[in-house]
């Protein structure tokens, strides 16, 4: 009978009774935000443009004179973070388009970080997507993967989706989840777990982005424009130093994260065959770079 029970009516109990009593996350029905009432421009200010009367879309863009990019209004600890996104099309190499959160300005010398890195590339070839986490300034040991789409990012939108918990991050690419990180205590204080800003940038990554360095951001393909869309902050709101949540905001909130207990049989499927065909790197099993494989790497804690 327990097992029958709703986690979200009696969070106290499967907390305590039955603690893996929920598995997969559902983002249906979660509302959208506009700029205007989440964000604000970060930098390149004139580059930010709202794309319709309402703020629900913006694109931000790249030229000789600047980079450009938003980030949100509020600090969040623990969230489900999405928006969609249509990245520039042609020649794109050495541009670098992210969503992600992090506590950088905050937190100088031990940030936290959850990324998602779109590198350009040469006509022709379609977007790199790369992920990548840091916690605690753990910046010496990245946890980079990168993956082809199974489409082309440039022609429509698609959705971007960060599910972060005290245990758990996800990410998901039009729903489907690409990446596990499961929280393992080896891991100390590398899992991110302090409050975080949402953002959104576009810039100059000409030095590393594509090809190794090789392949330079060529400005008479400029300017490079990425659009955003469907922005959804599904989060327990913190000041920057994560004190004092918001309870008014957080306490349902709080119970529908903490609930995840990782993904459903189905959607570890979707993940699986995603890797298979669409991983073209992680440090899980890069020999050269980590001889003994970083600890959530391994079977107890897997990032798959």
Known sequence: MLFNISCRRFLILC????????????SHGLPTSSFNESFVRLFGNDHVVFLDDGGKSVEISLDRSSGSGFASQLTY????????????????????????????????????EIDFEFLGNTGGNHWTLQ???????????????????????TQDFHAYSILWT???????????????????????GDFPSKAMTLLATI?????WA????????????????????????????????GEELAAETCGGIAADLNTFNG????????????????????????RSRYP?????????GKSS
């Open 166 to 188: 005290s245990a758990w991050i996800v990410y998901y690419v039009d729903d489907v989840p690409v990446r596990v990180v499961q929280k393992v205590d080896a891991m100390g």
């Open 15 to 26: 907390t305590v009774l039955i603690p893996p009593c929920v598995f997969g996350f559902s």
């Open 77 to 112: 600890l623990y969230s489900y973070f999405s928006a969609s996104l249509k990245l520039p099309g042609n020649y794109t190499a050495g541009v670098v388009v992210t969503y992600y959160t992090s506590n950088a300005a905050e937190h100088k010398t031990n940030h936290d």
């Open 292 to 300: 003994t494989p970083l600890p959530e790497c391994n079977a107890g």
């Open 131 to 153: 992920t990548n986490l840091y916690g605690n300034g753990s910046t010496s040991r990245g946890r980079e993967e990168r993956y082809a789409l199974w489409f082309d990012p």
């Open 263 to 286: 993904l459903t049989a189905e959607e570890r499927g979707k993940m699986e065959n995603f890797r298979v065909k669409n991983l073209m790197y992680s440090y899980c099993n890069d």
């Open 210 to 241: 594509t090809g190794g360095g090789r392949n330079k951001v060529d400005y008479k393909h400029a300017p490079f424009i990425a659009k955003y869309s469907d922005f959804v902050l599904y989060g327990c709101h913190a000041n920057p130093a």
């Open 203 to 207: 810039w100059d990554g000409s030095d």
